[in-house]
């Protein structure tokens, strides 16, 4: 990739080779993260990390990495990484946080090459998304979520980008 691309300081265009050859500065951070979520018991209340920073600092690339170490690291058959996009302004209410959350996993099944779930995954986004009801749609689309984590049996990670924005 070249360095003059428009892209390339955003970390979720890039490959997953490219942001794992170009991540030199937050090992550290990574590691003790990764670590932590490694350690949760299995039915435990997970512990909640914040990476706070100025711009530029890399938060966007160090979730991108966990996303890619959640995806094909050691512990990718007991956790599975819900990245979203970086800039999540159409965030305005719970139900639309929880079909962003569906489409984050469709995103993850086509990573790992799961064209069936991700398909199904489109599929229940449009059905869900002609709901009316804001707490019914809240509701199904959080119910979603979680029974297809429990179907593949892994714990979501929800990888957060600008939280201060929703």
Not at 4 to 11: E, K, R, V, W
Not at 87 to 101: H, I, M, P
Not at 105 to 130: G, P, R, S, V
Request: charged residues 30%; hydrophobic residues 40%; proline residues 2%.
């Amino acid at each position: 990739m070249s360095i003059n691309s428009l892209h390339y300081f955003n970390a979720h265009t890039r490959t997953d080779e490219d942001v794992q050859r170009t991540f030199i500065v937050r090992k550290q951070v990574l590691k003790e993260i990764l670590t932590g979520i490694a350690n949760e018991e299995e039915y435990s209340i997970a512990q909640h990390y914040m990476v706070i920073g100025s711009r530029g600092m890399g938060k966007s690339t160090l979730l991108k990495m966990l996303e890619i170490e959640l995806r094909t690291g050691d512990i990718r058959n007991q956790f599975i990484p819900v990245l979203f996009p970086e800039e999540q302004y159409n965030l305005d209410r719970l139900s639309k946080f929880w079909l962003n959350c569906l489409d984050a996993l469709a995103d993850t099944f086509e990573q790992e090459q799961n064209e069936q779930e991700t398909k199904a995954l489109d599929q229940l986004i449009k059905a869900l998304e002609k709901v009316t009801d804001e707490n019914t749609l809240a509701d199904q689309a959080y119910d979603a979520v979680i029974a297809i984590c429990k179907r593949y049996g892994r714990r979501p990670v929800l990888l957060v980008d600008n939280i201060d924005i929703l």
